[in-house]
């Protein structure tokens, strides 16, 4: 069983990964949670292959389009997220 230490890291963590609900990338919008359901998919993925780490029970992705694919889904969600909030210049 989990400590209560670790849960509180698992809740953390869960808050990191949703900063932009409360930010200015798309406030008040149909858009927003798209973002959100965008961000969720992509951490199933990345916890379901064999990507980031290795455990039991995780496929190995196709090839390399099928890495090329991820990484530009979720380059293209963060670049999004960075630009909507002013961390990074348009351009």
């Not at 029970?57 to 991820?70: K, M, R, S, T, W």
């Amino acid at each position: 069983m989990p400590s209560s230490g670790s849960r509180r890291l698992s809740s953390a963590a869960t808050r990191k990964h949703r900063w932009w609900r409360s930010s200015t990338a798309a406030p008040n919008s149909g858009l927003r949670d798209h973002l959100d359901a965008e961000a969720t998919a992509l951490t199933r993925i990345g916890n379901s292959f064999h990507i980031r780490h290795s455990e039991h029970g995780q496929e190995e992705l196709p090839g390399d389009p099928a890495v090329d694919y991820l990484f530009i889904r979720l380059a293209a969600l963060i670049a999004l997220l960075l630009r909507q909030t002013g961390r990074m210049q348009q351009g």
